[in-house]
C-alpha cells in the first residue's frame, strides 16, 4: 500500500548512539537535525538510541526500520564495545544492507582509542560499510548527513535498480576478487 | 596560565633596568613605539599590559643573564622571571636577543632541571633565533654540564626550530660534535634526526660511515639510523655497500616537543588572519629564502623581518660568496639565464620546501636529476603532511594555508609533470578516512598525480575508498572523482609517451605493467560509472564527466601509442546513445569513431606485422566494438535499432512485445529525425523548410531532404555526428539514399 505515492511513503532511519560522556548525544542530535533539514522527497523519522535492544513496550507503534546506523566514537573504546554487544540484538536480515557504521571524531586523529582497524574488520565482518566523519565540523556533518540520506533512500528501494543488498555489495572491498 | 599572567602583571616594580632595553623595544611590533613614549600617552589597557609584559621580559632577561654569578638564586625570584619569560614567549614569542641568555642559563645546569626544562619549553621565537645563541648552547652541551633530560629537550628543541635559526654556516660546522653524540644511546635518535637535517655531501666520510654501522650493529636496525645512513648512501653511494630498505614509512618520530602549537599561535596573533601569510608563502623570489626556509616562512610572521636582518643576510652570503667560491646562493637566483649561467654550482637550500615555490629550482630539479634531492623534498613534504594534517582536526584555524600547502603541491607535481610519492602517502593514508568533504578539491587534483605503481595498492588505498564515497556522495562529487581520474589516465599515459619517446626501459613499470594498471583503472571508471548512472537516474550531467573520461580511452591507442583500448561498458553506452541530450550523443558519435579509427589502425599494424606484436587487441574489443556500431547505426539511421541490436544487454525485443507499447513509429523513434536529443533540431528544420505547415510532419524528412537535414544538423556543430556518418555509414549511393546503410567495421 506504501509503494508508488511517494508523498505518503514513511522512511524511518533508527540512529544508535552508545551513551557516555561529553557531546556525543548532542552530536548524535545535530546530526539527526541536519539529517531533518536535507532537501528530498520522503519524509523521514528518526530514532535515536543508546543501545539495543528497544523497549518492547511500543514494539507495534514503531514504523518499519529502513537503515540501522551504529555510530562509533573512535575517542572511546567503551562506544565501541557498546556497539559490538548491542548488534546481537540485531535481526539478521538488516546486515542485508541496512545496517552502516558511522565512525565519528576522525577530526581528532591524535586522541584515538580505537584502531581504524578494528572498526573495518567489524564492518567486514557484518557485510556492512562504515562511513569517517567528523561531526563537530559543521560542513562534514552536513555532507555525511546527505550520504546517509542518500543510503536511506536506497535501502528503503526509492532508486529504481538498486536495491539495499546490491548496494552493500558495492560498497565491500573487493579483495576477495 | 592566563590567571597566572594576570595576577602577574599589575605587580610590577617601578624600577627598570635599562640594560637591554634597546634592543628590545625594536623588536616589538613595528619597533617604533618605545616604552617610555608610549607611557606617556593614555593607551588602551591591552597595550598597557603589553609594555607591562616587556618591562617584565626585560627584567627577567637581565636577571638571567647575571644569575650565573649569584651564589644562591632565591627560589620565588627565579620563579617570577620564569613565569615572565613563559607568559610573554606564549603571547609573543621571545625577541632574538633573548636567546642567548636563556640557552645560557638553561644548558649551563646552574639552576634545578624544573627550572630549565621550564626556560627550555619558553623558547618561543618572534621572528629568528641568532646562530650564535646556539652554538653557545652547543658548546654548553658539550661540556655537559646539564643532565641528560635537559640534553634531550634540548635536541628536540632544535630539530623543532630549526628552520628559524637564521644562519647555519657555524652549525654546519659543528656537525662532528654533533655526530659524536650518537654514541649517547638516549639522545642517538634525536642527533639522528638533526644530523638528517644537517648532513652535506661534504659530511659524509667513511670513519663516519663506519661509526654508524657499527651503531647499527650494535642496536640493531633502528629506523632513524637507516635514516641518515640512506641519506649518507645517496650522496656516496660507492661508500655505503649495505642495502637500505627502499621505502620507509618514517624515519622519525614527531620529537612531540610543546613547541609546535605555540609557535603557531604566535605567528598567528603577530600576523593576524592568514591570506596576508600566503603573497609571503607563495611568493617565489624572496631574498631570504635560502636562510629562512619554506616551512619557516609557513610558521614566520612576514612582518618582523626586519630590513637590516635581509641586508646582513646579503652581506653574509656574498661573504660566503667570495670565501668559499663554492656555491652560488639560491636567493640571488632570479633570472633563468642566471639559472643558466651558474648551473654547475647552484646549491639546494637546506630546506627543500623552498624548491616548491621556486620556477627556476623546480626547473633545476627536473634537469638534475638527483635522487637525494627528492629523497629530501619527500622526506619533509611527507613530515609536513603528516603533522599538519589539518583536513581532520577539528577548530584548525589553518585549514585554508593547508589547502594552499596542499595546491602548492600540486602544481609543483604539474610543473615537474611528475606525481611526489610524499602526496602518494598522503592520499593513502587519508583517503580512507576522507569525508569526502575537507579540502575536496586539493585532494581530489593530488589524486591525478598519484604515481603508476602497483595495481594492489592502488586498488586497496585508492580504489575501494574512492568508491564508497562516490557511491554516497553527491552528483557534484562523482562529476569532480571522475575529473580527477580523468586526469589521472591522462598523467599516466603522457608519462608512458615520455618513457617510450627517450626508449627507457624503466626497471618497475613495464609495458605489459602499464597496460594491466591503466586496463584496470578504465575498468574501474566503466564501473563506477554504470553504477552512477543507475543511482542519479541518468542524468545528463554525470553522462557528460563520463564520456568526457572515455574521450580519452578511444585514442589510447593512436594519441598515447599505448596498445589498448576498452570500450565503455553497456551501462555507459546505453544510456550515452539513448540519452535526452543531444551533446552527450554528438560526444558517443565522436567516441565511437575515434574507437573506430584505432582499431582500424591496430588492425592494419597488426597485419603488416610492424610493431607491438606482443600486444594484440583481443577480438572482445572488436567484437564489442561491432555489437555497438550495430546498435548505433541501427538507433540512429536505419530504424532497425530493435531488431538488429545483438549485444545481450542492448535494445533487441520482439516484435510482440513492442506492439503491446502501442507506439506508432515504433522503429522510427530513435533515429536523427526521432531521437529525443534530436528532436528540437528536426523542429526546427522542419520550421525553416516549410515555415506554413505547422502539423510538423515529419516524414518530409527523407530523400533529399534528409540530406539537407544532415548539413543542417552539421552547420549547427554536431561535428561528432558528422564524423561518425561519414566514417561508419557508407552511403549506398547518391540516388539511393534513403534510409539506407550498412555497417562497415
Known amino acids: 500500500a506504501v509503494r508508488g505515492r511517494c508523498a505518503d511513503v514513511r522512511l524511518s532511519a533508527l540512529s544508535l548512539c552508545p551513551q557516555f560522556v561529553g557531546s556525543d548525544e548532542e552530536l548524535q542530535r545535530r546530526l539527526a537535525e541536519t539529517i531533518l533539514q536535507e532537501k528530498k522527497d520522503f519524509n523521514i523519522n528518526i530514532h535515536l538510541a543508546t543501545s539495543l535492544p528497544l523497549p518492547s513496550e511500543r514494539d507495534h507503534l514503531r514504523p518499519r526500520i529502513d537503515l540501522v546506523v551504529f555510530m562509533i566514537d573512535i575517542k572511546s573504546k567503551y562506544s565501541l564495545k557498546n556497539v559490538e554487544t548491542s548488534l546481537a540484538y540485531v535481526d539478521a536480515s538488516y546486515f542485508l544492507g541496512k545496517v552502516c557504521f558511522l565512525v565519528t571524531g576522525v577530526g581528532r586523529k591524535n586522541d584515538c582509542s580505537i584502531e581504524t582497524n578494528a572498526v573495518c574488520k567489524l564492518g567486514e565482518a557484518y557485510c556492512s560499510p562504515v562511513l569517517f566523519c567528523e561531526l563537530e565540523l559543521e560542513g562534514v556533518r552536513v555532507a555525511t548527513a546527505q550520504r546517509l540520506v542518500r543510503m536511506l533512500g536506497i535501502c528503503a528501494g526509492h532508486i529504481p535498480g538498486v536495491s539495499a543488498l546490491s548496494f552493500v555489495s558495492l560498497m565491500r572491498k573487493s579483495n576477495d576478487d | ?304 623581518t626586519n630590513t637590516n636582518h635581509l641586508e646582513e643576510d646579503r652581506e653574509k652570503s656574498c661573504f660566503y660568496l667570495h670565501n668559499t667560491n663554492e656555491s652560488f646562493p639560491v636567493e640571488q637566483l632570479q633570472t633563468f639565464p642566471q639559472l643558466l649561467q651558474n648551473i654547475h654550482r647552484l646549491e639546494f637550500p637546506s630546506q627543500m620546501g623552498s624548491v616548491l615555490t621556486n620556477p627556476l629550482l623546480l626547473h633545476y630539479m627536473s634537469c638534475v636529476k638527483d635522487e637525494s634531492i627528492y629523497l629530501r623534498l619527500y622526506y619533509w613534504m611527507g613530515q609536513m603532511l603528516q603533522e599538519e594534517c589539518t583536513w581532520c582536526v577539528v577548530d584548525n584555524p589553518y585549514e585554508e594555508e593547508f589547502k594552499s600547502f596542499l595546491e602548492t603541491a600540486y602544481k609543483a607535481e604539474c610543473f615537474l609533470q611528475e606525481g611526489f610519492s610524499a602526496c602518494e602517502e598522503f592520499l593513502y593514508k587519508t583517503l580512507p578516512l576522507w569525508d569526502g568533504f575537507c579540502c575536496r578539491s586539493e585532494v581530489l587534483r593530488l589524486v591525478s598525480w598519484i604515481p603508476l605503481s602497483s595495481f594492489s595498492d592502488i586498488k586497496q588505498y585508492l580504489f575501494d575508498p574512492l568508491a564508497q ?107 550515452a546513445l539513448l540519452s535526452m541530450d543531444s551533446v552527450n550523443l554528438n560526444q558517443l558519435c565522436y567516441i565511437m569513431y575515434r574507437y573506430r579509427t584505432n582499431l582500424v589502425a591496430a588492425k592494419e599494424n597488426e597485419l603488416s606485422k610492424k610493431k607491438i606484436l606482443q600486444f594484440k587487441f583481443s577480438n572482445q574489443t572488436y567484437q564489442k566494438y561491432n555489437q555497438y556500431i550495430i546498435a548505433m547505426v541501427g538507433c540512429l539511421w536505419t530504424s532497425s535499432a530493435f531488431q538488429k541490436d545483438i549485444h545481450p544487454q542492448g535494445l533487441c525485443m520482439d516484435d510482440k512485445l513492442l506492439s503491446k507499447t502501442a507506439v506508432k513509429e515504433l522503429k522510427n523513434s530513435f533515429n536523427i529525425v526521432y531521437h529525443p536529443a534530436m528532436m528540437g533540431y528536426s523542429v526546427r528544420f522542419l520550421q525553416q523548410i516549410c515555415p506554413d505547415d505547422t502539423t510538423f510532419n515529419f516524414k518530409l524528412i527523407k530523400g533529399k531532404k534528409w540530406d539537407w537535414y544532415l548539413e543542417y544538423l552539421y552547420t549547427q556543430g554536431l561535428k561528432g555526428l558528422k564524423v561518425f556518418i561519414e566514417s561508419s555509414i557508407s552511403r549506398v549511393s547518391q540516388a539511393a539514399r534513403s534510409k539506407a546503410g550498412n555497417v562497415e567495421a
Open chain 2, 1 to 304: 596560565m592566563q590567571r597566572r599572567r594576570s595576577s602577574k602583571t599589575p605587580k610590577q616594580p617601578q624600577h627598570v633596568q635599562h640594560k637591554n632595553q634597546t634592543d628590545l623595544s625594536a623588536w616589538r611590533k613595528g619597533g617604533k613605539i618605545d616604552s617610555e613614549k608610549s607611557l606617556q600617552y593614555n593607551q588602551s589597557a591591552n597595550d598597557q599590559k603589553y609594555d607591562n609584559q616587556e618591562e617584565s621580559l626585560e627584567q627577567a632577561l637581565s636577571y638571567f643573564g647575571k644569575v650565573q654569578d649569584c651564589v644562591a638564586p632565591k627560589k620565588n625570584v627565579v620563579q617570577k622571571h620564569l613565569d615572565a619569560v613563559e607568559s610573554t614567549a606564549l603571547k609573543q614569542g621571545l625577541p632574538p636577543e633573548g636567546f642567548e641568555i636563556l640557552l645560557n642559563v638553561a644548558l649551563s645546569g646552574r639552576l634545578a632541571d624544573t627550572v630549565n626544562t621550564q626556560l627550555l619549553k619558553s623558547l618561543i621565537p618572534a621572528s629568528v633565533i641568532p646562530e650564535n645563541s646556539v652554538v653557545t648552547a652547543v658548546s654548553w652541551l658539550c661540556v655537559s654540564k646539564c643532565s641528560g633530560n635537559i640534553q634531550l629537550l634540548f635536541l628536540k628543541w632544535l630539530i623543532t626550530v630549526f628552520d628559524f635559526i637564521d644562519h647555519k654556516e657555524q652549525l654546519h660546522a659543528l656537525y662532528g660534535f654533533f655526530f659524536s653524540f650518537l654514541q649517547d644511546e638516549k639522545l642517538c635518535p634525536y642527533v639522528c634526526h638533526l644530523l638528517y637535517l644537517l648532513t652535506r655531501k661534504e659530511n659524509v666520510k667513511p670513519f663516519r660511515i663506519r661509526i654508524l654501522l657499527d651503531l647499527q650493529a650494535k642496536m640493531g636496525m633502528q629506523s632513524h639510523l637507516q635514516a641518515l645512513l640512506s641519506l649518507y648512501k645517496l650522496f656516496c653511494p660507492e661508500q655505503v655497500t649495505i642495502t637500505l630498505p627502499g621505502k620507509m614509512k618514517t624515519y622519525f618520530k614527531n620529537s612531540e616537543g610543546p613547541w609546535k602549537a605555540a609557535i603557531t599561535a604566535v605567528r598567528q596573533r603577530n600576523q593576524g588572519p592568514s591570506p596576508l601569510s600566503q603573497a609571503v608563502f607563495l611568493g617565489t623570489s624572496q631574498p631570504q629564502s635560502r636562510k629562512r626556509k619554506w616551512n619557516a616562512q609557513l610558521v614566520i610572521p612576514a612582518s618582523s
Open chain 2, 469 to 575: 564515497l562516490f557511491f554516497t556522495s553527491s552528483i557534484y562529487f562523482k562529476c569532480s572523482v571522475l575529473e580527477s581520474l580523468k586526469e589521472l589516465l591522462q598523467n599516466w599515459l603522457n608519462c608512458n609517451v615520455i618513457q617510450m619517446d627517450l626508449e627507457i626501459s624503466s626497471g618497475n613499470t613495464t609495458l605489459s605493467g602499464l597496460v594491466n594498471v591503466v586496463a584496470e583503472l578504465v575498468d574501474f571508471v566503466g564501473r563506477i560509472s554504470t553504477v552512477a548512472l543507475r543511482l542519479e537516474n541518468n542524468s545528463t550531467f554525470l553522462l557528460y564527466f563520463i564520456l568526457d573520461f572515455y574521450g580519452t580511452v578511444c585514442d589510447m591507442y593512436l594519441k598515447y601509442n599505448l596498445p589498448l583500448l576498452i570500450m565503455p561498458p553497456a551501462g555507459v553506452f546505453y544510456p
